[in-house]
């Protein structure tokens, strides 16, 4: 079906705005937290307080209190924080591991290439949730920790996206052109490949971002993500589990952390889908 040449970029710029006061949303909830905390606004997310447990949602507290008397509002605020830091730090560590390695595989070619695509390509055929439990399971639980065992999920996509376009672009004219003026592989990658490949990152990060999130929430409700002592929405909805488990009915434990993992992933998927629409104008126009 042919689409309209206005109607699909209105709507892809109008999801994209969307995404980008979602993503903004989570942004000042990451930032803002501790200085809420510290003037007071919001309890301390980790402490067991003299709160009521169970307690639903009133204006008191308003997400209502956990089994072990924790505001609810206070936690799902702070676990943006803990959620950027990991999904930031994992999607940080993939992109300068496999964008470098991609161009350079793509363009020495020759045995490394075919080395590092088959290394690459046998983590790429492992499910991401279950290669970062095997990798959780390796170094533990802890921030730090939990953004290793996700980045090692994404770095065969940056390395494959990028290795494709390097191939693809070192072939042009002005390559060859430089090559024969004499520049050295250093200089073609970081001059002139680079240029051409560095479009398709920031898609690639925001994407990548919005399944860290899912990602990350499967470890903490398997309990190898972040230390239980640390707010996270992941480590939250398991609590809840266990608790609806029991017969109590504390919907609101499981409902805004749920809330809050759905909406940051909408809202990243949305950024990065505009983006891409951009980085392809006319991939609107065909439907």
């Not at 942004?27 to 307690?55: K, S």
């Not at 398997?222 to 109590?248: F, I, R, Y």
């Amino acid at each position: 079906m042919q689409l309209s040449q206005g109607s699909s970029p209105r709507l892809s710029g109008q999801l994209m705005r969307v995404g980008v006061i979602i993503t903004i949303v989570f942004a000042l909830m990451a930032l803002l937290a501790p200085l809420l905390q510290a003037w007071g606004l919001i309890q301390d997310p980790t402490e067991f307080l003299d709160n009521p447990i169970h307690q639903p949602p009133s204006w008191q507290h308003w997400f209502g209190t956990d089994r072990q008397g924790h505001d609810v509002f206070a936690r799902t605020i702070s676990g943006a924080g803990i959620a950027w830091q990991i999904v930031l730090a994992s999607t940080s560590i993939s992109l300068l591991i496999g964008v470098p390695l991609g161009m350079i595989s793509g363009y020495r070619g020759g045995w490394l290439d075919r080395l590092l695509v088959f290394c690459t390509d046998t983590i790429y055929t492992l499910p991401g949730l279950l290669l970062s439990i095997v990798v959780a399971f390796v170094v533990g639980t802890g921030v730090w920790n939990a953004a290793i065992a996700l980045s090692i999920a994404y770095i065969p996509q940056y390395f494959r996206i990028i290795r494709n376009q390097t191939v693809s672009v070192k072939t042009e004219l002005y390559i060859e052109a430089a090559q024969a003026l004499g520049a050295d592989s250093q200089t073609v990658i970081t001059r002139y490949l680079w240029q051409n490949v560095v479009q398709s990152i920031p898609v690639l990060f925001t994407l990548n971002a919005a399944d860290a999130i899912l990602t990350l929430a499967g470890l903490g409700f398997l309990g190898l993500g972040v230390p239980e002592s640390v707010s996270e929405w992941g480590h939250d909805l398991k609590q809840a589990l266990d608790a609806l488990s029991t017969g109590e009915n504390i919907w609101w434990t499981t409902l805004f952390p749920g809330l809050a993992i759905a909406l940051m992933v909408v809202g990243l998927s949305l950024l990065g889908e505009g983006l891409t629409d951009q980085s392809n104008p006319d991939k609107s126009k065909i439907n």
